[in-house]
C-alpha cells in the first residue's frame, strides 16, 4: 500500500480515493463544519478564515488536519516530517454558481524548491460530478510550471480567477468522486479545477497543504505548525492552532499568520477591485 499509493501519486499527479474516516465521522464533522459557517457568516474576516488557514479558527478544522489516518497516508507522499501549512473550507451550497478554474496550485504560492507541495481533499459529504467535485489533469506535475492568466471573475472562488492559458488537455480529465470519509491527495503542479453545484445537495469539504520542512516561502517570514516528525530547517513561525471556534485568541492568531503571507493573498474587496479594473 505505501509503494502503490507513491507511486501513483509520482505517476499520475493525485491519488484517490482513500478512506480516513468513516461515514459517520464525516457526517459529525460536516455538521460541526455547517454549524460554525452558519453562526459566523456575518463575521467581517468570515470569508479569509475560510480561504486562509482555518486550522487557526476552528479546532474541527485542526482536528481533521492531524487526524492519524490521514497523517500516515500524507506521509508517505511528503516523509516523515510534515509541516502544516495551508487549507480552506470547500463549501459549494446547493444550486450555486461558484467554481474553481483550470489551475496549479504552486503557479501563485512561491515555493522553493517547488513541487513538494501535497494537498488533501478530504470530502463531509458525498462528492460527485452533479455537485462540482475536483478534477485533475494525469501526469501534468511532470510539466512543471504552465503559463496562467488572471481573470478575476467574481463567480471564481480563486481569488485572482487565475485559470490556464492552453485548454488543449481539458477532454482528458479525471473526476474525483468520493465519499463521506475519503479523500484524494494531489501534488502542487497538477493542474485541476472543479464546476459549479448543478444539485440540490451540497458540497463539503476541505482541503488542506501539507509540505516538508525544507520547503520554504522567499521573501517572508511565514507561519506553519510542525505535525510530523521535525524540523531541523526553522524556516516557519510556529503557529498556534484554534481551541474552540473563532475564540479572542484564535483571530489574533490568524491574524499574524495573515500578516506573514501578504505576499500571495488577496481580500475578498481586492478581488472585487480588480474585476471590475479588469472589466473597465
Known amino acids: 500500500m505505501v509503494a502503490d499509493i507513491a507511486d501513483r501519486f509520482q505517476q499520475d499527479g493525485c491519488v484517490h480515493p482513500i478512506e480516513v474516516l468513516s461515514e459517520a465521522e464525516a457526517g459529525t464533522y460536516a455538521k460541526r463544519m455547517q454549524h460554525d459557517l452558519a453562526d459566523l457568516a456575518s463575521e467581517d474576516n468570515f470569508a479569509d478564515w475560510n480561504y486562509y488557514k482555518p486550522y487557526l479558527i476552528f479546532e474541527w478544522f485542526y482536528e481533521l488536519a492531524t487526524s492519524r489516518r490521514l497523517l500516515d497516508t500524507v506521509e508517505q507522499v511528503v516523509g516523515p516530517d510534515v509541516v502544516l501549512w495551508g487549507g480552506s473550507i470547500s463549501n459549494k451550497p446547493p444550486h450555486s454558481s461558484g467554481f474553481f478554474s483550470w489551475h496549479q496550485d504552486e503557479k501563485y504560492w512561491h515555493l522553493e524548491p517547488q513541487g513538494r507541495a501535497v494537498v488533501a481533499w478530504l470530502a463531509l459529504s458525498t462528492v460527485d460530478e452533479q455537485n462540482g467535485c475536483l478534477k485533475y489533469l494525469p501526469g501534468t506535475h511532470r510539466k512543471g510550471e504552465v503559463a496562467h492568466e488572471m481573470t478575476y471573475h467574481p463567480d471564481n472562488y480563486l481569488r485572482r480567477g487565475q485559470q490556464i492559458v492552453d485548454a488543449t488537455q481539458l477532454d482528458e480529465a479525471v473526476s474525483i468522486v468520493l465519499r463521506p470519509g475519503e479523500m484524494s491527495l494531489h501534488h502542487g503542479l497538477v493542474i485541476h479545477g472543479s464546476g459549479p453545484n448543478e ?18 516561502a522567499p521573501g517572508a517570514r511565514e ?41 500571495r493573498t488577496l481580500s475578498t474587496a481586492g478581488k472585487r477591485a480588480a474585476y471590475d479594473g479588469a472589466r473597465s
Open 223 to 263: 507561519s506553519a505548525i510542525l505535525v510530523r516528525g521535525e524540523d531541523r530547517f526553522g524556516n516557519y513561525a510556529a503557529e498556534t492552532p484554534a481551541r474552540g471556534s473563532a475564540s479572542s485568541e484564535a483571530r489574533l492568531e490568524h491574524q499574524r499568520a495573515m500578516a506573514g503571507i501578504t505576499r
Open 199 to 216: 444539485s440540490s445537495r451540497p458540497r463539503l469539504g476541505v482541503n488542506i497543504t501539507y509540505l516538508p520542512p525544507e520547503v520554504r
